[in-house]
C-alpha cells in the first residue's frame, strides 16, 4: 500500500515555483523518498529522489523535512508542459513502488 | 537518461485470445523488471516483479496464470495477457531498475501499451 499523503489537484501560474507537499510520516530509516510525473496517456517520467538531504538536479528540487515525515516537490519556473499528475513514492533502494494517488498539477497560463 | 521500450503501444484483440507485450531496457541491463496496470482516472498498481532468470513474484490478487511473466535476459521482459477478456483492458506499463546508475537503484518507466479486448 503507498505510504504517502498528497493533495489531489493543485494549480500554479506559468512562470511561478510550483511546491508540491508529500505526506511520509512512517517512512523507515532506509527508505527513500521518490517523485516521479505522469503525463496523460504516458509511463511515468523519473523527476528526483533523495534520502535526507536537500537534492536538486535540472529538472526540480527536492526538499526534505528534518524528520524525514515530509517533503515538497519544487518546480522553480512552472511552464505549461509541466501539468501532469505528480507522484511521490517511499521505497527502500528501488524496491518495489506502490503509487498512491498523487496530485494533479495544472500550470494556467 | 535510461530508455526502456515497451511495445506494442496500442492493441486490440478479440475475447479469448492472448496478447504478449514486451518489455526492454535499451541501454542499461535491468536486474529486475516491473509491471504495472492502470485503470482510466486511477493509479499505476503494481502487479508483479520481475527479476532475470528466476519466477516473477505477483501482488496479492493477480492471477499469475493470467499475467505470465517471462524475464529471460536482463534486457528483456514480457508480459502475457492470456486469454484476454474485456475486464482486462487497461493500460500496462513496465518499469526497469538497474543497478549501474549512481549506486542508487531507480526505476524507469516504459510508455505503456494500451490493451483493448472487444
Known amino acids: 500500500d503507498a505510504k504517502t499523503t498528497q493533495p489531489p489537484s493543485m494549480d500554479c501560474a506559468e512562470g511561478r515555483a510550483a511546491n508540491l507537499p508529500c505526506n511520509h510520516s512512517?517512512?523507515?530509516?532506509?527508505?527513500?523518498v521518490y517523485w516521479y510525473r505522469q503525463i496523460h496517456s504516458q509511463g511515468p517520467q523519473y523527476i528526483i529522489h533523495?534520502?535526507?538531504n536537500n537534492e536538486t538536479n535540472e529538472m526540480a528540487s527536492l526538499i526534505i523535512t528534518e524528520d524525514r515525515k515530509s517533503s515538497t516537490l519544487i518546480l522553480p519556473h512552472a511552464t505549461l508542459r509541466d501539468t501532469a499528475v505528480y507522484y511521490c513514492?517511499?521505497?527502500?533502494?528501488?524496491?518495489?513502488?506502490?503509487f498512491g494517488t498523487g496530485t494533479s498539477l495544472t500550470v494556467i497560463p | 537518461g535510461a530508455v526502456v521500450s515497451q511495445h506494442p503501444s496500442w492493441v486490440i484483440c478479440k475475447s479469448g485470445t492472448s496478447v504478449k507485450i514486451e518489455c526492454r531496457s535499451l541501454?542499461?541491463?535491468?536486474?529486475?523488471m516491473f509491471w504495472y496496470r492502470q485503470f482510466p482516472k486511477q493509479s499505476l498498481m503494481l502487479m508483479a516483479t520481475?527479476?532475470?532468470?528466476?519466477?516473477?513474484?505477483?501482488e496479492q490478487g493477480v492471477e499469475k496464470d493470467k499475467f505470465l511473466i517471462n524475464h529471460a535476459s536482463l534486457t528483456l521482459s514480457t508480459l502475457t495477457v492470456t486469454s484476454a477478456h474485456p475486464e482486462d483492458s487497461s493500460f500496462y506499463i513496465c518499469?526497469?531498475?538497474?543497478?549501474?546508475?549512481?549506486?542508487?537503484?531507480?526505476?524507469?518507466f516504459g510508455a505503456g501499451t494500451r490493451l483493448s479486448v472487444l
Open positions: 518499469s526497469a531498475r538497474g543497478a549501474a546508475f549512481g549506486g542508487e537503484n531507480i526505476q524507469y
Open positions: 512512517t517512512i523507515s530509516g532506509n527508505e527513500y
Open positions: 533523495g534520502l535526507k
Open positions: 513514492i517511499i521505497s527502500n533502494t528501488g524496491n518495489q513502488f506502490y
Open positions: 541501454d542499461f541491463q535491468a536486474t529486475t
Open positions: 520481475s527479476n532475470e532468470g528466476s519466477k516473477a513474484t505477483y
